[in-house]
């Protein structure tokens, strides 16, 4: 199917969710969710933590508009949910294998108690007032997203604070930015998440004014004309689309077989790059490379006799076969129990 669809056009639609709410009782309200998710073929992960919800899933339009409303309604938890910052956008494929609702501590792992958004928060900036402030020479801007994300596309001008896990931005914070010095920081990450619990955790350690972008990277390039644009590059997502660009609309990018780290079209220009076998992240890695060799050599003797190959197409396949059987089983089941 042809990837270069309006997004309303697809077959697939894709929800973003996040809300930072008081859920004590997570753990009942998975298994409803699990429930109305696997019974309408939805697929993706919800992470559930006392802090709130977190996720990405997708399905046909009506079971995501279905699996929204139903966030949104529910008595058990729509009081607690409402005005949760939710997206959509469109794929030409199913981009989950399976769905996963998971319990966790935290639904953005950052490790730092002192964080607490439902209680203190920095200031919300609309997509479409995020280029006047940015442009200001007293803001310093910051990009809460790990390294390898960032190495896809940021603002112009951003600062990169190299982190492999959130985890480590606390540790940014406290080498590289100072209160007293940084008295406006503007901060932003893919969807809102990262950046709103880090601009609790900034305002717990004095900063005095901390920004951060409404709804992430994703509200911006849905609704800020492509000509008006400050973002430079595309949006890695964690799903199999690997990136977005302006519009949502699905991006250049792969991922590296080896080492798994998103590529650019200039990655698979490089030298180093090699099919199914290293790229110019994990060129150095030679114990990864003899293995990434012999499965690419594998799916191409596999492809000169016309079948797939067990480690690479057909895999996949099977475990989309496989996961097709279990998604059927437990609608079955859930039906009878219904019954």
Request: with cysteine; aromatic share 8%; charged share 25%.
């Amino acid at each position: 199917m042809p990837d270069n669809l309006p997004q309303a056009a697809l077959p697939y639609k894709v929800m973003a969710v996040y809300k930072f709410a008081d859920l004590p009782d997570a753990a009942a309200i998975q298994p409803v969710l699990t429930q109305f998710c696997c019974v309408r073929a939805i697929k993706g992960t919800l992470i559930l933590a006392p802090e709130g919800i977190n996720g990405t899933v997708a399905g046909t339009p009506e079971a995501i508009d279905a699996l929204h409303a139903f966030l949104l309604e529910d008595p058990l938890w729509a009081s607690r949910l409402d005005g949760a910052e939710i997206k959509f956008s469109g794929a030409a494929e199913m981009p989950f294998l399976r769905m996963k609702v998971r319990l966790k501590h935290e639904i953005v792992t950052l490790r730092a108690p002192e964080a607490n958004p439902s209680q203190t928060v920095g200031t919300y900036v609309a997509p479409a007032d995020w280029n006047s402030l940015i442009e200001r020479d007293d803001v310093v801007l910051v990009d809460t997203r790990n390294d390898y994300e960032v190495g896809l596309g940021t603002f112009k001008g951003a600062l990169d604070p190299a982190t492999a896990t959130f985890t480590e931005f606390t540790d940014y914070v406290a080498t590289h930015l100072d209160p007293a010095r940084d008295k406006k920081v503007a901060m932003f990450c893919t969807g809102g998440i990262r950046c709103e619990k880090a601009s609790s955790y900034l305002l717990s350690q004095g900063f005095a004014e901390v920004f951060h972008l409404k709804g992430g990277i994703l509200a911006y390039l849905e609704t800020v004309p492509e000509q008006d644009s400050r973002f430079e590059g595309e949006c890695f997502v964690f799903d199999d689309r690997v990136a977005v660009g302006h519009g949502l609309a699905q991006g250049e990018a792969t991922l590296c077989r080896a080492c798994r780290h998103p590529l650019t079209p200039a990655d698979r220009a490089d030298p180093r790059f090699s099919e199914g076998v290293a790229c110019p992240h994990c060129a150095d890695d030679t114990a990864k490379h003899a293995a990434a060799a012999e499965r690419q050599k594998q799916i191409e003797l596999a492809r000169q006799r016309g079948t797939a190959h067990l480690g690479d197409e057909a895999a996949e396949a099977a475990r989309r076969a496989k996961q097709r059987k279990r998604d059927q089983a437990e609608q079955s089941r859930l039906r009878n129990n219904r019954g």
